[in-house]
């Protein structure tokens, strides 16, 4: 399947993103176990991961902006539509259960891959939907 365009775009830039989240990541990992930092050093050590994420989700941003074709912005906007269905709808369940005790705390971090998940699960059924109708054969 060719990419349009928008699509190799957004692969240029989503691809140095991700690299830089993971040296990021280890880095700041490693320098917080190394140094120990306490105060606003610890709390800027923590935020720093948090950058390239947030640079991923500008990268998607763009790309939807940039994408010509309506069919694939579409597809896109859905998928996306369903990881948030997915994320608030999991995240309202687990708050009751917090609220009422029956669990313990739950780490917000996991919002975003959550998201990504089930995004990328709409993403998948809706293809293999349309190779199933035959109109994926690209």
Do not use: H
């Not at 957004?10 to 040296?23: D, N, T």
């Not at 923590?46 to 597809?75: H, M």
């Not at 609220?99 to 089930?118: E, H, L, T, Y």
Request: hydrophobic share 55%; proline share 5%.
């Amino acid at each position: 399947m060719a990419r349009s365009p928008a699509a190799r775009r957004y692969l240029k830039r989503f691809m140095p993103v991700m690299l830089a989240y993971v040296i990021v990541l280890f880095g700041v990992s490693w320098l917080i176990k190394a140094t120990q930092p306490a105060g606003v050093a610890l709390a800027a050590l923590s935020v720093l991961p948090a950058l390239p994420i947030i640079a991923v989700i500008i990268v998607i941003g763009l790309y939807i902006a940039e994408e010509t074709d309506e069919y694939l912005r579409q597809r896109i906007v859905t998928a996306m539509l369903f990881g948030i269905g997915v994320v608030l709808s999991a995240s309202t369940v687990l708050g009751f259960l917090q609220m009422n005790d029956v669990i313990g705390p739950v780490q917000v971090f996991w919002g975003f891959p959550a998201w990504c998940a089930a995004w990328g699960l709409a993403q998948c059924w809706m293809g293999l939907r349309e190779r199933m109708a035959g109109g994926g054969s690209e």
